[in-house]
């Protein structure tokens, strides 16, 4: 099985919120992880702590304990059922943007020290594309776009797609769609997003394979459970298998910059 041998952080947006991020954030780290690789959720969204309620993780420190040097990484780290660890978000990414230099090294240092432990980092985004979610996505080496066959979803995942071209001149986006009726009609939407960004950011994206609509994601979540371990059988967590395999075929990014060193070092100069 092929592994990065760097870690390799992967940041899931969508610009619209609700479309599913933190679904697809949570179900396909449990299935990377279920294929023998090491992931790492980080929750990057401001103070609703998704991640750790989807994964169905009690987290009793989050990054806010760590910015303010009462806990370590690993403290405030915790480690669901299915041994993908998580790092609770909360509020504390929002002073990502007032870092004193002493607390950027601290940071820097802490997350260097998981790169021989850790093969996938998830990064899991707020709704938007305020300044916090685009350094995020700019500090990532590939970034998955959520989107849903919806026109105000289209328009958004576009936007996003769009800020993070002409103002960030990124590349590595990926385009999942969520909730979708077949396959087939992912395929679709897929080619109908990324006709326009041809069209128009003379850009084009790429496909991952999409995530059909599934009643046992709902029922999962009123559970308190990942799709992926309510409904193992499911439709969706087929999907989700799927997709973990493409990802971990994936060939490593060009850039020289990889791994979590380089991910914190970004976002600290993106936030400044
Ligand atoms: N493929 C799917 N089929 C059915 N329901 C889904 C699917 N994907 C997500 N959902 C449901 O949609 C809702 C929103 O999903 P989720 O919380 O993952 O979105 P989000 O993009 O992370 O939202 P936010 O912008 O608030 O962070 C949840 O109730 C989730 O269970
Ligand atoms: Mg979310």
Redesign the pocket.
Known sequence: MKKPSRTEVIGIA?G???????????NLAIALQKAGHRVMLFDA?LG?A?SQI?LGCACPYNLTHFMSGQKTLQEITVTSRHGVRLIPGASGVKEMAALSQVQASRIVQAFSALEDEIDYLIV????GISPSVLAFMAACQRRYI?VRDDPSSIADAYGTIKVLIQDYDLNEIYIIP???ASQAEGQNLFRRINQVCAQFLNYTTHYLGA?????Q??A??RKYEPVMEFAPGSN?ARDFKRLAKSIAQMPPTATVSGGMQFFVERLVRFQA
């Open positions: 969508s619209k919120g609700g479309v599913g991020k933190t679904t697809v954030a949570v969204d609703l998704n989807a899991d985004m707020a709704a959520v969520n909730a979708v995530i059909e609509y599934d009643d994601i709902l999962a979540h969706s």
